[in-house]
């Protein structure tokens, strides 16, 4: 059954990874995947993560399963943190998947069974996984315009006037923050525009919503999503706790349909485990209850708030470095806008070449269509990033 078969395209961005790791040149500098660094370039275990471990390893009597849309108590922190109390609890339906990647799946999922018609809207440009999933799923979809690459912010009447163009049923995709690969995000007011179009066309907004605390803080980075929960009757979440709990390899995400009320809840909770149940039956624990319990304990929650807090402005201090360092080396403005956008990404408008010159002649990496990760910046490697992007993108 091999003998004929052409493995598919490699993801772009894990490729990129596995070349770094081949390099032998001891000054590589690695800003394409999306994992966060701390400022001695390191990826560290959170210390609230640590402690819930040692507290999971001391009470923990079974590794039985647990149940097919994972622990509600789970569900319940996770959803109180994003939503708050913009919808009652009785209108969402929760279901924990592997990662972020397996919400955002399983989102997609749901709305292929439900609505195989619906067109999906992205923004241009999005996630590479997003695509990926959709054209797995076999679904329509359809670009929007988001990013305005000549100053580097969101293309607000673009955005608006195509998804004007949206049906009732069909699903937008929207970055909850810390727009990937982007980095240019919608302001409340821009979020306040968004939910009008939502109202007047019907459509569904789908909030990817992986980096929850790496811009602005917890509640200012909840905004859009809150607000499009609290106006509308149907709302699609994907989260992801890989970024803002550096739990990545243990894989925690969630899935969350906010619906018009417990009738539909209970059936779109019915949906969502059986996917869980066609895919994989039980999704991953262990991490997931280490977001449980720092999110449920005072102390514990405190630490990581506190580290969640120096990880964004590890972020925000780079941007602004770094930004200064390119006015610097360029004697412009070109690059002012890397400061005022947030999360780990932005685009620093680099063609592929330029970006294999920057891999080949300097050792940094950077993904294909010029994302930059702004956490793999440290003090010690801004200057000769700087340098070589001046130099390079000349
Ligand atoms: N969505 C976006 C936009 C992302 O950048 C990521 C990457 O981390 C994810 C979802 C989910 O990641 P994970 O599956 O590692 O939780
Ligand atoms: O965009 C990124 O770098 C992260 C990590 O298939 C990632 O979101 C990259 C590729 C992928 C899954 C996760």
């Known amino acids: 059954m091999f ?4 493995a598919p395209e490699a993801d772009k961005i894990l490729r990129l990874m596995a070349m770094f790791a081949a390099d032998p040149r001891p000054g590589k500098v690695d800003l394409g995947v999306g994992v966060y660094r701390d400022p001695q370039g390191q990826t560290p275990v959170m210390e609230a993560v640590r402690r819930a471990e040692t507290i999971i390893a001391a009470r923990q009597r079974t590794k039985s399963y647990v149940g097919l849309a994972g622990d509600p108590a789970f569900a319940d922190a996770l959803r109180r943190l994003i939503l708050g109390d913009a919808v009652p609890a ?5 279901c924990a998947t592997p990662g972020g990647t397996g919400a955002v799946r399983q989102a997609l999922e749901m709305v292929q069974r439900i609505t195989p018609d619906a067109t999906i809207w992205v923004p241009t440009p999005t996630w590479v996984n ?4 959709i054209d797995h799923l076999g679904q329509k979809s359809r670009a929007y315009r988001y990013y305005d690459a000549a100053d580097g912010t969101l293309d607000r009447e673009g955005m608006l006037a195509d998804l004007a163009q949206a049906r009732a049923g069909d699903i937008v995709l929207l970055h909850g923050c810390c727009h990937n690969p982007t980095g240019a995000d919608l302001q ?9 179009v939502l109202e007047q066309t019907g459509a569904i907004p789908f909030i990817d919503i992986a980096y929850l605390g790496f811009a602005d803080g917890l509640e200012a980075d909840a905004f859009g999503t809150r607000h499009l929960a609290e106006r509308l009757s149907e709302v699609l979440i994907a989260a992801s706790c890989s970024k803002n709990f550096g739990l990545y390899r243990e894989r925690v995400g969630l899935c969350m349909a906010i619906t018009s009320g417990p009738g539909p809840r209970a059936a779109a909770a019915g949906l969502m485990a059986h996917l869980n149940r066609q895919s994989y039956a039980f999704p991953p624990d262990h991490g997931a209850r280490v977001v449980q319990v720092i999110l449920d304990d005072r102390e514990l929650r405190g630490m990581w708030e506190d580290e969640l807090s120096l990880m964004r402005e590890t972020m925000n201090t780079n941007r602004a470095a770094f930004a200064e360092a390119l006015r610097a080396e360029t004697g412009s403005d070109r690059f002012g806008f890397l400061a005022g956008q947030r999360g780990m990404f932005s685009l620093i408008g680099a063609t592929p070449a330029q970006v294999e010159t ?11 269509d010029g994302r930059l990760n702004v956490a793999g910046l440290t003090k010690d490697t801004i200057p000769g990033v700087a340098r070589a992007v001046a130099r390079v993108l000349g």
């Open 3 to 6: 003998e004929d078969l052409k």
């Open 90 to 94: 009785e209108r969402v339906a929760t």
């Open 130 to 133: 997003h695509h990926a999933i």
């Open 188 to 196: 409340p007011d821009d979020w306040r525009a968004v939910g009008d």
């Open 358 to 368: 920057l891999r080949e002649d300097h050792g940094i990496y950077v993904v294909g």
